[in-house]
C-alpha cells in the first residue's frame, strides 16, 4: 500500500525542515507540500529535500489539500499539518486500518506537547480528549483516506473553515472511519500564542458550524481576531 503525504502550508519556515526529515524516515515514498503563498522560506527549505514535490495553490487548507490530492499517486493520502508529527509506526497503523475492508479512512489520536516553557501546560491536553471519542477526525488528527474514495467524494468541500469536519462527514457516509490506536504529537503553538482564539476554534467553532453557522461567517470572524 503506497501512502501519499500531503502537507498544506503557510509561512511554515521553522518546522517545514523537521517535519520533512520526519516523513522520509517513516519511508514515505510520495511527500507533496502544497503552499499558499508563503512568504517567508518555506519553499528554500523545501528544495532543500530533493524527493519532496513542492506545488503552489490557492491559499486556503481545502483549496491546498485538494491540490496535493490531485497530483498525488498514492494509494492513500494522509494530510499533515506541518506542526503535526506522525509516530513512528504510522503506516503500520494505517495499513492495518485498510485491512479491514469497511474501512474507507481513519485517523490519529492526538497528543498535544508545548515547544516552550508555559504555564499553559496542563490545559494543552483538553483539544486531545476530543480525538480519542469523536468519531469524525479533525485536520490535527493526520486524516488519511483511500485515494479512490477521496475522489469519488469530490475532495475537500472548499469551505474557508471546518473543511475537515464537512468532509469527514462525506467520509463517513461512504463507510467506516478508523481511529487508529496510535497517537501524533500537535504543537502547540497556537493555542500558546493565542489560547482563547484556540480554544473557540477546537471546540466552540465546530459546534457553531453543527448548529448550522456558515464557514464563511465563522472565518470572517476569526481573521477579524486573528
Not at 518555506?42 to 524527493?51: L, W
Not at 506522525?86 to 490519529?108: I, M, N, S, W
Not at 471546518?162 to 500537535?186: N, Q, T
Request: charged share 20%.
Amino acid at each position: 500500500m503506497r501512502v501519499s503525504v500531503i502537507l498544506p502550508v503557510l509561512n511554515e519556515e521553522r518546522v517545514i525542515g523537521a517535519r520533512l526529515a520526519e516523513l522520509a524516515a517513516l519511508g514515505v515514498e510520495e511527500i507533496i507540500v502544497a503552499d499558499g503563498g508563503s512568504s517567508d522560506g518555506t519553499r528554500a527549505v523545501v528544495e532543500r529535500h530533493p524527493r519532496v514535490r513542492f506545488l503552489t495553490a490557492q491559499r486556503g487548507r481545502a483549496w491546498q489539500m485538494n491540490a496535493g490530492a490531485a497530483v498525488a499517486t498514492g494509494d492513500v493520502l494522509l494530510f499533515l499539518h506541518a506542526d503535526v508529527s506522525l509516530p513512528e509506526d504510522a503506516l503500520v497503523h494505517v495499513e492495518r486500518a485498510f485491512a479491514d475492508t469497511r474501512v474507507v479512512g481513519g485517523a490519529f489520536r492526538t497528543w498535544t506537547v508545548a515547544d516552550r516553557p508555559t504555564r499553559l501546560g496542563p490545559l494543552l491536553h483538553l483539544a486531545d480528549v476530543r480525538s480519542r471519542y469523536s468519531s469524525l477526525p479533525y485536520g490535527d488528527q493526520a486524516l488519511f483516506v483511500h485515494a479512490g474514495v477521496f475522489r469519488a467524494l469530490g475532495g475537500f468541500p472548499l469551505l474557508p473553515l471546518m473543511e475537515d469536519l464537512a468532509f469527514s462527514r462525506l467520509l463517513r457516509s461512504a463507510g467506516e472511519v478508523r481511529i487508529v490506536p496510535a497517537r501524533v504529537r500537535v504543537s502547540g503553538r497556537r493555542f500558546i500564542e493565542r489560547p482563547l482564539l484556540y480554544t473557540a476554534i477546537v471546540n466552540v467553532y465546530p459546534t457553531l458550524y453543527r448548529l448550522g453557522v456558515s464557514p464563511t461567517l465563522l472565518a470572517r470572524f476569526y481573521r477579524a481576531v486573528r
